[in-house]
């Protein structure tokens, strides 16, 4: 994309996202408690308890959706000039966020539906369909990008309605999938009564999912300071930054998919009672997530400026900039990825408070203070630092809390008082 537009359009798109990241943690946390409530459903065995779950876990992400459309459309003006974003990529930017807000309902829900399948113990269809969303992003994107085919040149209006059209075809398909193989969570005849929302279990989407949505608002909000002060620095350190966060997103996907499957198969067999299980899904998982996010940050190491080069052009300042950028931050997401494993098994009995506080003191009390409090010595070099020594403090905290903390005193959520 800034190979064709330039590098502005980078830092447009990656400062637009911050809000989409902040607005999907409603929907995360939404998905999160969903899941749980599946597993532990499935593990006691109550199949219309899990059928409740869905209908009103669908409901309400759907009704969400459409609002923050609405409102984002309006309000992402206002937003962008808050964060400083530099004048040679604000109305870009604007374009960008508002066109991404008209694709929420159908991405919200997508991700949803990931969620709710992970809950059941699926893995590899979430996986299956997310490589398809993927896929069509990348050729929808740069079609309407660039006007390929005799199609309208779009530019960076382009890029957000390939990934609309992509998020749009991949739930369909899903969704058809979904019914043609009668997966659990599908809703047929009397089952879609439960599309009208249950307020005791919209209650408890909302007590269990309210922490993770905080937790999203929490980190995404430290991100939205973070980027003000990298925007301060000028259009290049921003496009670079812009740059070294979009490998950073592939570089967490591992770690992601496996914390995700850690909570699933830890709430069916924390409804089972099985907490042996549970230990051992723990060290595995965490281990796993490790194994992978390590040899991905070495994959990247090893192929020097290539990745940076498919964002950035070559041989440029801006180039230099993010790669050492990506020096400094890179393998912090190796030890990021055992916070996201062992937080993941904490949510899976419904503690969902602590994974909150521990990313709120990460962010709001190491990485931000210490990125200001460093700048006058350092630089623009102290907002990298910032990102190595938040993980370290995640990770510490989180494995305190688990070894330590009283996680595992949780009721199920189907259960009385729970």
Same mark, same amino acid.
């Given at each position: 994309?800034?190979?064709?537009?330039?590098?502005?359009?980078?830092?447009?798109v990656?400062?637009?996202?911050?809000?989409?990241f902040?607005?999907?943690?409603?929907?995360?946390?939404?998905?999160?408690?969903?899941g749980?409530?599946?597993?532990?459903?499935?593990?006691?065995?109550?199949?219309?308890?899990?059928?409740?779950?869905?209908?009103?876990?669908?409901?309400?992400?759907?009704?969400?959706?459409?609002?923050v459309?609405?409102?984002?459309?309006?309000?992402?003006?206002?937003a962008?000039?808050?964060?400083? +974003?530099?004048?040679? /990529?604000?109305?870009?930017?604007?374009?960008y966020?508002?066109?991404?807000?008209?694709?929420?309902?159908?991405?919200?829900?997508?991700?949803?539906?990931?969620?709710?399948?992970?809950?059941?113990?699926?893995?590899?269809?979430?996986?299956?369909?997310?490589?398809?969303?993927?896929?069509?992003?990348?050729?929808?994107?740069?079609?309407?990008?660039?006007g390929?085919?005799?199609?309208?040149?779009?530019?960076?209006?382009?890029?957000?309605?390939?990934?609309?059209?992509?998020?749009?075809?991949?739930?369909?398909?899903?969704?058809?999938?979904?019914?043609?193989?009668?997966?659990?969570?599908?809703?047929?005849?009397?089952?879609?009564?439960?599309?009208?929302?249950?307020?005791?279990? +919209?209650?408890?989407?909302t007590?269990?999912?309210?922490?993770?949505?905080?937790?999203?608002?929490?980190?995404?909000g430290?991100?939205f300071?973070?980027?003000?002060?990298?925007?301060?620095?000028?259009a290049?350190?921003?496009?670079?930054?812009?740059?070294?966060?979009?490998?950073?997103?592939?570089?967490?996907?591992?770690?992601?998919?496996?914390?995700?499957?850690?909570?699933?198969?830890?709430?069916?067999?924390?409804?089972a009672?099985?907490?042996?299980?549970?230990?051992?899904?723990?060290?595995?998982?965490?281990?796993?997530?490790?194994?992978?996010?390590?040899?991905?940050?070495?994959?990247?190491?090893?192929?020097?400026?290539? &990745?940076?080069?498919?964002?950035?052009?070559?041989?440029?300042?801006?180039?230099?900039? /993010?790669?050492?950028?990506?020096?400094?931050?890179?393998?912090?997401?190796?030890?990021?990825?055992?916070?996201?494993?062992?937080?993941?098994?904490?949510?899976?009995?419904?503690?969902?408070? /602590? &994974?909150?506080?521990?990313?709120?003191?990460?962010?709001? +009390?190491?990485?931000?203070?210490?990125?200001?409090?460093?700048?006058?010595?350092?630089?623009?070099?102290?907002?990298?630092?910032?990102? &190595?020594?938040?993980?370290?403090?995640?990770?510490?905290l989180?494995?305190?809390?688990?070894?330590?903390?009283?996680?595992?005193?949780?009721?199920?959520?189907?259960k009385?008082?729970?």
């Open positions: 994309m800034s190979r064709v537009l330039g590098e502005h359009a980078l830092t447009a990656v400062n637009s996202n911050i809000f989409m902040m607005m999907m943690g409603v929907v995360m946390g939404i998905g999160m408690a969903a749980v409530g599946i597993g532990q459903s499935i593990g006691a065995d109550d199949r219309s308890g899990i059928r409740k779950v869905v209908g009103t876990a669908i409901a309400s992400v759907l009704a969400f959706a459409l609002l459309a609405v409102a984002g459309w309006w309000m992402a003006p206002i962008l000039d808050r964060m400083h +974003v530099p004048d040679e /990529a604000h109305d870009a930017a604007v374009t966020l508002r066109l991404v807000c008209l694709s929420m309902p159908s991405t919200f829900l997508f991700v949803l539906m990931m969620m709710l399948l992970r809950g059941t113990g699926d893995a590899r269809t979430p996986f299956r369909f997310s490589l398809l969303w993927i896929g069509l992003g990348l050729v929808l994107s740069p079609v309407l990008l660039t390929a085919f005799g199609l309208p040149r779009l530019g960076i209006a382009g890029v957000a309605l390939g990934g609309l059209l992509a998020n749009g075809i991949a739930l369909l398909s899903l969704v058809a999938y979904l019914y043609r193989r009668r997966v659990l969570i599908t809703l047929r005849g009397a089952d879609l009564r439960y599309l009208r929302p249950d307020l005791r279990i +919209v209650k408890m989407l007590t269990r999912g309210s922490p993770m949505a905080l937790e999203s608002f929490v980190v995404q430290s991100y300071v973070l980027l003000a002060m990298v925007n301060d620095y000028g290049k350190t921003a496009a670079a930054y812009s740059a070294a966060a979009q490998l950073w997103n592939y570089v967490q996907m591992p770690s992601i998919a496996v914390a995700s499957a850690m909570s699933a198969m830890s709430a069916m067999n924390i409804g009672q099985r907490w042996d299980r549970v230990e051992r899904i723990a060290r595995r998982g965490c281990l796993l997530a490790v194994t992978l996010t390590g040899a991905t940050c070495l994959l990247l190491q090893l192929l020097g400026d290539w &990745p940076l080069q498919l964002f950035l052009p070559q041989g440029g300042e801006t180039l230099v900039k /993010a790669r050492g950028i990506n020096d400094i931050v890179l393998w912090g997401w190796v030890v990021q990825a055992i916070t996201g494993g062992l937080c993941a098994i904490m949510r899976s009995n419904a503690a969902m408070l /602590a &994974p909150t506080l521990i990313y709120g003191i990460t962010m709001w +009390v190491v990485r931000v203070p210490f990125a200001k409090a460093l700048e006058p010595a350092l630089g623009e070099a102290a907002i990298w630092w910032s990102f &190595p020594m938040g993980t370290a403090n995640s990770a510490l989180a494995w305190a809390y688990y070894r330590w903390g009283g996680w595992r005193n949780k009721r199920l959520v189907g009385p008082g729970g």
